[in-house]
């Protein structure tokens, strides 16, 4: 075991350096055990590269790492689902961790204890010298009734699975001859809530399965019959890119058929329509929400100071008020300010916390955390993207090379590394696949 002396960190006279950590191994022969929580962009790049002088423990209800930016790809099959993520159990970290399928749902930091349960056994414990908490955050509903009722949500994969079925349910529906001509229009109604990147990129894609597969697989369907809304409640979306970029995303997707509505906030939705503030109702068959992220409740019940619903660290990701405690991902915000909840972010502060901890073990010196901002890209439809960075603005056919070619480049295994490119060729030559399963 560990004993501490003091605090675990000390900040240097220069506030970008802090003195090494002051623990002293009682037991040379036993390792420091480290409990991770999640298996998202933030945890699984972090468990890469932390040192096996630890003993990892890594406690996640879900027991693959998810592809996130891939995955509006995957609700109209222009990606199978299998493609984008990366099973825990056969990854090359599972050498030296160990995993289980639970989730942890309270912490007694003054215990080094977090207590677990597991849809198989029921509860548990798990104690630690170091916690890490990287569970991410939950889809926000800004508690309007009847979401979680009737919304399909974007964040998981049996969200896209879904969608994808229920979406091709309402195809099928549609061409059988006794349904009524009211309820046809009704079902072959899309509405995505949120024109951050997500719903965007998900109109993209239904868009380009309307036009390019929906001839082939439902003739009796026109493409034009299927209306696709767009609902935004601030005044534009894609609100972090440049104008001129919101611009040439709305004429794209206006000329595919989005109806795209900004400052339509929605106000109730019902199974089978949804009302905005200004009382205008809007029947739909598929309603898919994705506005952003919220608090995760085992964050909000937690013993630790949130701020808008994050934990709060310092700029070493240490929690305020704990010596061994870290967070990272889209869980947690630097006293300094709130970064934005991405995966460039999360991915980020996993390498530097892993980084962080080695260097702990070897009583290095720690330097602060510092969010690079690498860029945006989004899908738009029709083979164009848009992508922003600090020199370069790009959009239309040249800039979706390089979104896809800087997914294909940040693709985990070689698995994914085949199946990605070979779907992608698959979509362009045969179409996308209508099974419904
Ligand atoms: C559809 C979609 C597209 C996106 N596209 C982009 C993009 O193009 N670019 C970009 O930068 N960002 C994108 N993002 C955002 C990005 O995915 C998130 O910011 C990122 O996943 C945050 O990483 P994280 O590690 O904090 O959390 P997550 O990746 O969400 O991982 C959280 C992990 O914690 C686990 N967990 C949950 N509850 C518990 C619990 N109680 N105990 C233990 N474990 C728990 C979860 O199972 C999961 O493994 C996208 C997000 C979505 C949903």
Redesign the pocket.
Known sequence: MWKRAGGLLERNVSRSWVAPCRSVRMNSTEKEKVVI???????FRMVQSLSDKYKIVV????NHF?F??L??STTTGTLEFRSIVEPIRTSKIMDHVTYYQA???SFEPEKNLIHCESEYTGTFEVDYDKLVV????RNNTFGIEGVEENAHF??ELQDARSIRAHLLQNFEKAIIPTISKHERSRILSCVIVGGG??GVEYAAELCDFLWNDLPRAYPQINAHEVKVTLLEAGPNILSAFDASMVKKALTSLRKRGVDIRTDSAVSKVNPESLELDSGYKIPYGTLVWSTGVGP?E?VSKSPFKTERGRIVTDEYLKVLGTENVFA????ASPESGLLP??????LQQGKYLARSLNRMQQNKELQEFKYHFLGN?AYIGGNKSLLESEYVNLSGWVSWIAWRAAYFTRLGSWVNKIQVPFDWTKTLIFGRDVTIF
């Open positions: 929580l999640g298996t998202g962009w933030s945890s406690v996640s209800p879900r998810l996130t930016p995955l509006p989730h942890c749902t990287g569970v991410g955050a974007l964040k990147p997500t995760h085992v990272f991902g889209d869980c909840a991405t995966a460039q972010v999360a890209m």
